[in-house]
């Protein structure tokens, strides 16, 4: 039973366009959630996270929302730029399990110029 | 300063050998993670060490996967009598709980395991 899903496998969008990557999650005690962006043959790398208390957060081009009541969250990316061309993950996790996230498999996105 | 690091970068092995992985987590990182990512799927949690201790060892997938960690330092995961199924990317990640985004955690390149 996969708690954490990503179910678009892939997405193209063109430069300067938004992308919007979603993730869904079924376990109602998630509450953290964290996107990382990962480029081939490197180890992914934390994005932006949210914590449940929330429903936005913004950094920057990156804007990740929130809704607890269907238990999905998506990343926005505005504007989007060619390198911003890499597979995303959306992780949860548990305060009270600070250790483990359970992650996604992942969306590949790719910015065409 | 420095990174997550892990070695070697890649690993081919022959089906029924044993194998050792390493993990050198960031300095002062109390927590770390190891992770499985096979070709096209997304990460799959392994076990996770607080310290020296790992609280949480239920990703291991057979007796055959075993980890250690020295203090709060230097991981090692061993896989013994590989498999061929067992070839995936192998990731350390580690983490300062308390502090921050605590669950934010900072990944490894990675260990490509091939088994023939």
């Known amino acids: 039973d996969q708690q954490v899903k990503q179910n678009s496998p892939s997405l193209s969008v063109q430069e300067g366009r938004i992308s919007i990557l979603n993730c869904d999650y079924t376990?109602?005690?998630?509450?953290?959630f964290l996107w990382y962006k990962k480029y081939p043959a490197e180890g992914p790398t934390f994005l932006i996270s949210i914590s449940s208390i929330k429903d936005k957060n913004e950094d920057g081009r990156f804007t990740v929302f929130l809704n607890k009541s269907a238990k999905h969250l998506s990343l926005h990316i505005v504007p989007s730029q060619p390198g911003d061309s890499a597979v995303y993950f959306c992780a949860a996790s548990k305060a009270t399990n600070a250790g483990k996230s359970t992650f996604g498999d992942g969306t590949t996105l790719t910015v065409k110029p | 300063g420095a990174g997550v690091s892990q070695s070697p970068s890649n690993k081919v092995t022959e089906k029924g050998k044993d194998v050792e992985l390493r993990c050198d987590p960031i300095?002062?990182?109390?927590?770390l993670y190891w992770y499985r990512q096979r070709l096209g799927q997304g990460l799959e949690f392994l076990i996770y060490f607080q310290g020296n201790s790992a609280p949480d060892k239920s990703g291991l997938p057979s007796d055959r996967f075993s980890a250690e960690r020295t203090g709060e330092s230097v991981s090692t995961l061993t896989i013994q009598r590989t498999q061929q199924e067992d070839s995936a990317v192998y990731l350390c990640?580690?983490?300062?709980?308390?502090?921050?985004?605590?669950?934010?955690?900072?990944f490894g390149p990675g260990t490509r395991l091939t088994v023939l």
């Open positions: 376990n109602s005690m998630f509450d953290y």
């Open positions: 300095s002062g990182h109390t927590a």
């Open positions: 990640a580690s983490s300062r709980p308390g502090q921050g985004n605590y669950n934010e955690q900072f």
